[in-house]
């Protein structure tokens, strides 16, 4: 089987349908097309599924509507504290950068760890001048800001919540939304890669790491099984190493990438409560899209069809 296949994801979260106008929920639609367009145009001219993904989220992070890089929430001290995590599955090399300000694309900041460091993981200003050696221009944290997101912290401070109910104008809620951007994909060697890129939650403490760049809990790939993107309540995919989990009940229980996706997203985590989804694909190329939250941003491609995309539950355009 030669199967090549991208998924991607811009977050999951509670749905404001009722307030949403069909031009605001085409930008989405047609958003997430492009961006799995363009990461299948990598896989059909024979890139890698590490190529595929490292574009796809780098689009995703430069996409306004999608809360990773531009558009990053705030935390309680009114900064951004910006995660990445990439991994190729067929080294089961990973990089990962954590708590950066000055990195416009924290997931080419990653994949700079994972070429070029011999480590897996960077932090703060440790992880911003790596990446500035390497030739990432750094910036001022002002380019990720927002008004949207500068009042979604207003709003949750006056809570002192982290989520909050919805105020509308977005089709899932910008107050309850999981800020997360991620892509998975096989390309047609079959190598299977993931990627994972946030801006973390409105209103986290100064300092506070998610899953996202945990390689095991937002990300993680693995030839011999599955790529698995997350998001979600950071803290309980952390807890059930939610990604890795995944492979393991594929690898060691012989679960199918369905029931593996689900046992995960529909039991293990609500039973912690953790709200969210993954997106995965299996050495076989098949894709999984599973989320427990009222609605995810997700798309999927293989090489040669029209993308399939969707936001709410039984959707898909
Ligand atoms: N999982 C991310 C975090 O906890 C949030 C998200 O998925 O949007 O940082």
């Known amino acids: 089987m030669n199967k090549a296949v991208i998924a991607i994801h811009g977050g999951a979260g509670a749905i404001t349908r009722a307030q949403l106008s ?36 780098r689009l995703l992070e430069e996409c306004p509507l999608f809360n990773a890089g531009t558009g990053a929430v705030f935390t309680r001290a ?26 416009r694309n924290p997931i080419l900041a990653a994949r700079e760890v994972l070429e070029h460091s011999p480590h897996v993981l960077l932090i703060g200003e440790g992880a911003e001048t790596f990446a500035e050696a390497q030739g990432l ?9 927002t008004p949207e997101r500068w009042e979604q912290l207003q709003r949750a401070q006056l809570n002192n919540h982290t989520v909050l109910d919805h105020d509308g104008g977005e089709p899932i809620d910008p107050d309850s939304k999981f800020g997360t951007v991620g892509a998975v994909a096989r390309d047609k060697f079959g190598n299977l890669a993931a990627a994972t890129s946030t801006g973390g939650m409105t209103n986290k403490m100064p300092g506070r790491v998610g899953d996202s760049p945990i390689v095991g809990a937002g990300c993680y790939a693995n030839n011999a099984n599955v790529a698995v993107s997350a998001t979600g309540t950071g803290e309980v995919f952390m807890r059930t190493l939610a990604a890795y989990d995944i492979a393991a009940l594929m690898e060691y229980g012989g679960l199918s990438l369905h029931q593996a996706t689900e046992r995960v997203v529909m039991e293990k985590l609500p039973a912690l409560d953790g709200s969210g989804g993954v997106i995965a694909i299996d050495r076989e190329g098949n894709v999984a899209l599973p989320f427990n939250s009222e609605g995810m941003y997700r798309g999927y491609g293989y090489v040669g069809d029209a993308p399939s995309v969707g936001i709410y539950r039984d959707q898909e355009h």
């Open 22 to 57: 069909v031009e605001k929920e085409q930008l989405y639609i047609n958003a997430l097309s492009e961006i799995v367009e363009a990461g299948q145009a990598i896989l059909d001219a024979d890139g890698s599924a590490l190529d595929a993904v490292t574009e796809a989220v």
């Open 78 to 103: 009114g900064t951004h504290e910006l995660d990445a995590c990439i991994m190729d599955g067929n080294s089961l090399d990973a990089g990962a950068v954590a708590g950066v300000s000055h990195i």
């Open 137 to 145: 221009e750094p910036v001022l944290p002002e380019i990720f800001s």
